[in-house]
């Protein structure tokens, strides 16, 4: 009792960092709309709906009760997810468990966030433990830099890749019309950015955005007549990592960690020997600036000590050999709960051709999407566009 | 398409004021009450794997093993070395205090002297150009009077040259 599960319909809103007339759950409706109309299904073609988000960000909790009307989940089964960072991926993954199960035969997966409604940084704080890590973290950016920081120590990542990274960015949202921070930078402008928590300035950090991205999952026999270009979800991982006094951290560069997991599981079952040759793009979560270079190498992509060489090499460049996150990524456009369904629906863009201006100048057959977020952890999916 | 009507935009304010008492648990009250009473920070060791915590820890993240009692805990730090650090140059609103932030907010992890630990707190040192990463530090200690068995018992950790 198992089926293959293809995305069949993808659709996300435009993000920005405030959109007047549009409260939580038009935002949501508009992505809803669009995935359903990119699949050429209406609302009653869905067995099942899952939604996720950052609890706190707007103030309330229970959202997919509240905003039952417009998710169309009433009568339905489902649930809310609620795993912090990596809630736009564990939505997707999900959505794969119910319909591969055969337990449904169309899942409509929904992230979301409105990072305009509060103090979002205040809220993020809560992850951490009251007593030992609280007093001590600025929301989810305080780990990012120290994460940063170990690795420039370890790997003699200067300063400036995270301003390549960044440049390569804000080229890519600028061809991409749903991303936030649009504006084309140079390494120079990064580097001159306001300080906001050193060494990440505000040019290295993600930004606070609106907006939704909803995709609509199917079984194999039904993805076919529905869409003449599913994209399959071959397979996935997810590892979780303990932060509890950011222990981890003590044995960094010498132990496994999520990042690592996630990627040996994906790469030995599918019998990948050669990823950055056998997949060509990355939708990679990458939070702040020196996630790429750092992260390429722990999802075991290149040696340790070569992340940052092949981006000051280009290779990551849209037009490079392997690109990672050609949308402009999460350093542009961060609506957190929807940020992992944005690298999934990204990810699935490119596999269709579809991804517009910012289509990578490379064939796609495979691609990697990825999740993160407190504490620690990581989703990764690979996606194809054949069974093959 | 028609422009759609600019109509007024109504937010409604809401403040979530909540007090919360969160229970530590045995080996992290002890390790407070460790601190607030003689100045020491302990750390233990899994009895099955190896693997040291700073505080002490109930349960081996690794091998779900239960963690060695209060006489095998050893001593460590105050002195350690940095292994990573950030310094916050914007403010924000701390949500377990309601105040706002002070800038500029250094914080940092130290390897404590005596196991592979980390704990993480404030640095004395604010600029940049004097943190680096490998550099010696000592945990700064309120004085007893004022301790109350909480992380703040530690003021911050201070540069120190040896
Ligand atoms: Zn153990």
Redesign the interface.
Known sequence: MTQRVAIVGIGQTNHSGRR??HNDGEVIYDAISAALADAQLSIKDIDNVIIGDMELFE?HSLNDAMLLDYTGAEGRSGFKMNTGGTVGSMNVISGWYNVASEFSDTTLVIGWEKHDEG?T???I??IWD??????????AI?GL???S??YM?RSGCPLEVGAIVRAQASDNAARNPKAHLRERYTVQDVMSA???????NLLMICPTSLGACALVLAGEKKARKINKKPVWIRDHATAHQ?T????F????GKIDTSMTVTGRKIFQRNHITKPMEEIQVFEMYDPCAFCQPAWLEEFGLCEAGQGWRLIEKGVTAREGSFPVSPSGGTLCTNAIGDTATVRVAEAALQLRGDAGEHQVTREVKMALASGYGGMYWTDLLLLSNTLD | MKAKPQLELIYLDMTLKMPFKWNTGEPLGEFFRELKANEKIYANQCPTCGRNYCPPANICTRDHSRCNEKDKWVAVGPKGTLLTFFICEQSFLIPTTGEMLEVPFSVGLVMLDGAPVVLQHCLQETDVEKIKPGMRVEAVFKPKEERKGNIFDIIHFKTIKE
Not at chain 1, 130 to 139: H, L, M, S, T, Y
Not at chain 1, 244 to 247: I, K, P, T, V
Not at chain 1, 249 to 252: D, F, Q
Request: hydrophobic share 45%; proline share 12%; charged share 15%.
């Open positions: 007047p007339y103030g103090p940084t205040s809220a704080t809560t009251p007593a030992i890590n609280r007093p001590f973290e600025v929301g305080s830099a120290m994460i920081n170990a120590t306001r300080m906001v928590l050193y060494p990440l303990v509890r006094g950011m222990d951290m003590a044995e960094a």
